[in-house]
Protein backbone atom coordinates (compact mmCIF):
# COMPACT_ATOMS: atom_id res chain seq x y z
CA UNK A 1 0.00 0.00 0.00
CA UNK A 2 1.76 2.89 -1.25
CA UNK A 3 0.79 5.67 0.48
CA UNK A 4 3.06 8.15 0.49
CA UNK A 5 3.54 12.17 1.98
CA UNK A 6 2.76 12.36 5.98
CA UNK A 7 -0.11 13.81 5.31
CA UNK A 8 -1.41 10.91 3.81
CA UNK A 9 0.14 8.91 6.89
CA UNK A 10 -1.59 11.11 9.55
CA UNK A 11 -5.03 10.95 7.61
CA UNK A 12 -4.53 6.93 6.98
CA UNK A 13 -4.17 6.59 10.66
CA UNK A 14 -6.91 8.82 11.65
CA UNK A 15 -9.40 6.38 9.83
CA UNK A 16 -7.59 2.98 11.47
CA UNK A 17 -5.24 1.82 8.81
CA UNK A 18 -2.20 0.72 10.52
CA UNK A 19 0.20 -0.80 7.65
CA UNK A 20 2.03 1.28 5.13
CA UNK A 21 4.47 0.89 2.49
CA UNK A 22 6.38 3.78 0.95
CA UNK A 23 8.95 4.47 -1.64
CA UNK A 24 8.58 8.06 -1.45
CA UNK A 25 11.13 8.76 1.27
CA UNK A 26 14.20 7.30 -1.11
CA UNK A 27 12.77 8.40 -4.64
CA UNK A 28 12.65 11.98 -3.16
CA UNK A 29 15.36 11.74 -1.30
CA UNK A 30 17.27 10.34 -4.26
CA UNK A 31 16.39 13.72 -6.08
CA UNK A 32 17.28 15.96 -3.29
CA UNK A 33 13.99 16.59 -2.23
CA UNK A 34 14.64 16.71 1.65
CA UNK A 35 11.40 16.31 4.06
CA UNK A 36 11.57 18.36 7.40
CA UNK A 37 8.97 19.09 10.04
CA UNK A 38 9.25 23.07 8.32
CA UNK A 39 8.54 21.42 4.87
CA UNK A 40 9.88 19.95 2.25
CA UNK A 41 13.27 21.42 0.61
CA UNK A 42 14.92 20.75 -2.61
CA UNK A 43 18.89 20.71 -1.78
CA UNK A 44 19.62 21.44 -5.48
CA UNK A 45 18.49 25.10 -5.20
CA UNK A 46 21.22 27.86 -5.08
CA UNK A 47 20.28 29.08 -2.10
CA UNK A 48 21.86 26.45 -0.22
CA UNK A 49 25.54 26.74 -1.75
CA UNK A 50 27.19 28.06 1.24
CA UNK A 51 24.33 26.79 4.04
CA UNK A 52 26.35 25.23 6.80
CA UNK A 53 22.96 24.19 8.57
CA UNK A 54 21.72 20.64 8.34
CA UNK A 55 18.82 19.39 6.70
CA UNK A 56 16.26 19.89 10.13
CA UNK A 57 17.70 21.06 13.21
CA UNK A 58 17.49 18.83 15.98
CA UNK A 59 17.72 15.57 13.86
CA UNK A 60 19.06 13.49 14.99
CA UNK A 61 20.11 11.37 11.83
CA UNK A 62 23.93 10.79 10.18
CA UNK A 63 23.04 13.30 7.49
CA UNK A 64 22.31 16.12 9.49
CA UNK A 65 24.43 15.11 12.71
CA UNK A 66 27.29 14.96 9.97
CA UNK A 67 26.86 17.42 6.77
CA UNK A 68 25.59 20.71 5.98
CA UNK A 69 23.27 21.23 3.19
CA UNK A 70 25.88 23.17 1.02
CA UNK A 71 27.98 19.56 1.09
CA UNK A 72 24.82 17.87 0.26
CA UNK A 73 24.05 19.72 -2.74
CA UNK A 74 27.82 19.76 -3.63
CA UNK A 75 27.15 16.02 -3.69
CA UNK A 76 24.70 16.26 -6.22
CA UNK A 77 26.52 18.28 -8.38
CA UNK A 78 29.27 16.33 -8.15
CA UNK A 79 27.50 13.32 -9.19
CA UNK A 80 28.44 11.84 -5.92
CA UNK A 81 25.86 9.17 -4.76
CA UNK A 82 26.81 10.14 -1.40
CA UNK A 83 24.28 12.95 -1.86
CA UNK A 84 21.42 10.84 -2.38
CA UNK A 85 22.01 8.34 0.12
CA UNK A 86 22.64 11.12 2.69
CA UNK A 87 18.69 12.61 1.74
CA UNK A 88 17.26 9.32 1.58
CA UNK A 89 19.26 8.47 4.73
CA UNK A 90 16.93 11.71 6.39
CA UNK A 91 14.11 11.36 5.31
CA UNK A 92 13.47 7.70 6.51
CA UNK A 93 14.65 9.23 9.78
CA UNK A 94 11.94 11.71 9.31
CA UNK A 95 9.48 9.32 8.52
CA UNK A 96 10.66 7.00 11.32
CA UNK A 97 10.11 9.62 13.95
CA UNK A 98 6.75 11.00 12.57
CA UNK A 99 5.73 7.13 13.31
CA UNK A 100 7.09 6.97 16.62
CA UNK A 101 5.50 10.05 17.39
CA UNK A 102 2.03 9.11 15.80
CA UNK A 103 2.52 5.65 17.99
CA UNK A 104 2.89 7.68 21.22
CA UNK A 105 0.12 10.12 20.42
CA UNK A 106 -2.42 6.63 20.08
CA UNK A 107 -1.46 5.73 23.53
CA UNK A 108 -1.57 9.02 24.69
CA UNK A 109 -5.01 9.18 23.26
CA UNK A 110 -3.68 12.33 21.18
CA UNK A 111 -3.55 11.57 18.08
CA UNK A 112 -6.37 14.05 17.00
CA UNK A 113 -4.30 16.47 18.77
CA UNK A 114 -1.13 16.09 16.57
CA UNK A 115 -3.17 15.75 13.23
CA UNK A 116 -4.56 19.03 14.20
CA UNK A 117 -0.97 20.49 15.57
CA UNK A 118 1.99 18.82 14.14
CA UNK A 119 3.01 20.83 10.86
CA UNK A 120 4.35 17.28 9.50
CA UNK A 121 0.84 16.68 9.15
CA UNK A 122 -0.05 18.99 6.40
CA UNK A 123 2.83 17.85 4.56
CA UNK A 124 1.85 16.83 0.94
CA UNK A 125 1.84 17.76 -2.61
CA UNK A 126 0.37 21.01 -2.09
CA UNK A 127 1.11 21.60 1.50
CA UNK A 128 1.65 25.31 3.07
CA UNK A 129 4.02 24.47 5.31
CA UNK A 130 7.57 25.64 4.80
CA UNK A 131 10.23 25.99 1.97
CA UNK A 132 8.25 24.15 -0.92
CA UNK A 133 9.84 24.68 -4.11
CA UNK A 134 8.43 21.47 -5.98
CA UNK A 135 7.23 22.25 -9.63
CA UNK A 136 4.05 21.12 -10.24
CA UNK A 137 5.06 19.00 -13.30
CA UNK A 138 6.94 16.92 -10.82
CA UNK A 139 4.53 17.05 -7.69
CA UNK A 140 1.95 15.31 -10.36
CA UNK A 141 3.94 12.21 -10.86
CA UNK A 142 5.04 11.69 -7.28
CA UNK A 143 1.64 11.63 -5.21
CA UNK A 144 1.96 7.82 -4.70
Not at 25 to 36: C, D, L, Q, S, W
Not at 38 to 47: K, V
Not at 129 to 136: I, M, R
Amino acid sequence: MGVGYPRDIVTAVMAGIDMFDCVLPTRNGRNAYAFTAGGAIRLRNARFAADSGPIEADCPCPACRRFSRGAIRHFFFADEMLGPVLVSLHNIWFYQRLMHDIRRAIANGTMADLAANDPRSRLGPSETVGLVDEPSSRRRHERT
